[in-house]
């Protein structure tokens, strides 16, 4: 079925420039793009046309790292870095979600905010355990918005509550993989999930490099967020040169399919290796400045040929809503230029992109309007923001993403379907 929308059409075609169409046709076949046109091709003629007047129509936001379980602590317990932040906080709340009722309430409070805050593909970390993980995956179907959800695997250096026995990761990810892949198409899927290198013994880590391998599974963890955790990785592996390499040399860097969030302290034998693979990164700002991590090179990872998204990761970031991450990747890139004049900050349109098509890259094609691009759009009504006369569409747009709120998001599309 072919439907068009009219209105003001801004995507990221390219790393550093927006495309501006005003007034234009989105043309929306099924679940794709099928172009956007100042005036309808002959072609679509007789199509049905949804005259949105001026508001704005932008691709859907990406988020390419968040921990559902986290959600109930976000904004919490950022008076400590990440290692201890994770006994105190994290590891005690995520061992809830073992009684499925609780992690049913809290589950369906985290989707409907996701969904809420315009984000239409999501990389995201469940709990180690495998009903709530089953759930999530279940609710996040229902929600019609897409992305991945990963049962974390960890059986080493964890509360005694929540770490889990050799076995029994496996089992349950092998469980999982079995039920939630092999359809391409599937807009939900099972993602392999070692939680970080210190929790994942090699016995383990080495079993589920078989597991990606054997059901062509993608892979996402963290790497080199904190300097204490790459010295306590260097303890834990000392044989092998870098954290990245650990990854590696398990079998957890599968070509394409592998998103790292952070990537903070990478050396250049570890970005080497990440794109040796077109290992994928996560670019988290907020998380970075809440737990004092420090400030990812960006801009170099760019430079250097890297596919990079953002992602809010809940909780270490305090909101789901991805506009503040977009602002707050700004506002990195141009702390990191002061001591790296090498590198120049990110402009809107760059942060832009990594918002929607950069981060977009993860899922397919997705993020843009392209034509062929599956169709994740948002509307949104600036009527309300849109203070000063004359404004360009481009300032109308860095406005709404640095002053606006959910509220301004009036519909949802995702892979073409309507979805608020």
């Known amino acids: 079925m072919i439907k068009c929308l009219k209105g003001n059409v801004i995507f990221a075609e390219e790393k550093n420039k927006l495309k501006v169409m005003p007034h234009s046709y989105l043309v ?14 002959e072609e679509y003629k007789n199509a049905p046309v949804e005259d ?66 315009g984000t239409t593909r999501a990389c995201i970390f469940a709990s180690r355990h495998y009903e709530a993980t089953k759930l999530l995956i279940e609710l996040m179907k229902e929600s019609g918005i897409g992305g991945y959800v990963g049962k974390v695997n960890m059986d080493r250096n964890s509360s005694e509550e929540l770490q889990e026995t050799y076995e029994d990761s496996v089992k349950e990810t092998t469980m999982l993989a079995k039920e939630y892949s092999g359809d391409d198409n599937a807009l939900v899927k099972f993602i392999l999930t070692p939680r970080f290198v210190p929790s994942t013994t090699s016995e383990l880590m080495t079993k589920l490099g078989e ?24 303890e834990l592996h000392s044989d092998i040169p870098t954290f990245t390499e650990v990854y590696e040399h398990f079998g957890l860097l599968p070509d394409n399919r592998t ?8 050396n250049d034998r570890e970005i080497e290796v990440l794109k040796k693979h077109n290992t994928f990164i996560a670019h988290c700002p907020l998380s ?76 397919g094609k997705v993020g843009s309007f392209e034509e062929g691009y599956e169709c994740d759009a948002l509307v949104i009504d600036d009527s309300n923001i849109t203070s000063i006369d004359g404004m ?4 109308r747009l860095e406005k709404f993403i640095y002053t606006g709120n959910r509220g301004n998001i009036v519909r949802i599309y995702c892979r073409g379907k309507q979805i608020k």
């Open 259 to 266: 998103v790292m969030a952070h990537c903070i302290h990478n």
């Open 392 to 395: 360009t569409l481009e300032e």
């Open 288 to 363: 970075n400045f809440n737990l004092a991590s420090g400030i990812a090179p960006i801009k170099r990872y760019m430079e250097e040929g890297l596919d990079v998204g953002l992602g809010s990761d809940i909780s270490g970031g305090h909101t789901l809503y991805m506009p503040v991450s977009c602002v707050a990747a700004v506002s990195a890139s141009k702390i990191y230029h002061v001591s790296h004049k090498e590198y120049s900050p990110l402009t809107f349109a760059e942060a832009f992109y990594l918002l929607t098509k950069g981060g977009g890259k993860f899922f």
């Open 52 to 117: 949105l007047g001026d508001k704005l129509i932008i691709p859907g936001f990406m988020d390419v790292h968040l921990h559902a379980p986290q959600w109930l602590n976000k904004g919490v317990g950022y008076s400590e870095e990440l290692l201890p932040w994770l006994q105190k906080y994290t590891f005690p709340l995520e061992s809830k979600f073992a009684d499925i009722k609780f992690a049913e309430k809290y589950y369906k409070l985290f989707v409907d905010e996701l969904k809420s805050s």
């Open 211 to 234: 597991i990606a391998e054997k059901y062509n599974l993608h892979v996402q963890s963290h790497l080199d967020e904190n300097v204490d955790e790459v010295a306590w990785v260097k």
């Open 28 to 41: 929306i076949n099924n679940e794709r793009s099928a172009g956007v046109y100042e005036s309808l091709p």
